[in-house]
């Protein structure tokens, strides 16, 4: 399986982004998708995740602003990214596994990474 994001960028306080992550391969064995994010100097975070029944958790720092969907082929993930702050900067990665757990802030059993996005907010 491979999974590789689009639609990173730069964006003033309080505006809005949509990240997309595209999976190919072997997606039968994808039954969870998320979202992390590393910024500069600190550890990878979890942001969201959705399992294969469209269930979907937030970190707390983004409930309410961040929603995270798929298409109905599951192959394609999103990220709306609305409310931005300064905080949000960080590189940004989707990643997926196989089986029903579905951690939103556990990284370790992601087996299928992308390469990142990055997302800049300016005060």
């Known amino acids: 399986v491979q999974v590789v994001e689009s639609g990173g960028g730069s964006v003033q306080t309080g505006g809005s982004l949509r990240l997309s992550c595209a999976a190919s391969?072997?997606?039968?064995?994808?039954?969870?998708m998320a979202w992390f994010r590393q910024a500069p100097g600190q550890s990878r975070e979890g942001v969201a995740s959705?399992?294969?029944?469209?269930?979907?958790a937030y970190a707390d720092s983004v409930r309410g602003r961040f929603v995270i969907s798929q298409d109905n082929t599951k192959e394609n993930l999103y990220l709306q990214m609305n409310g931005l702050k300064p905080e949000d900067t960080a590189v940004y990665y989707c990643a997926a596994k196989a089986g029903i757990y579905c951690p939103t802030h556990t990284e370790s059993p992601y087996i299928y990474w992308g390469q990142g996005a990055q997302v800049t907010v300016s005060s």
């Open positions: 391969g072997e997606t039968y064995r994808v039954l969870c």
């Open positions: 959705i399992d294969n029944k469209g269930t979907t």
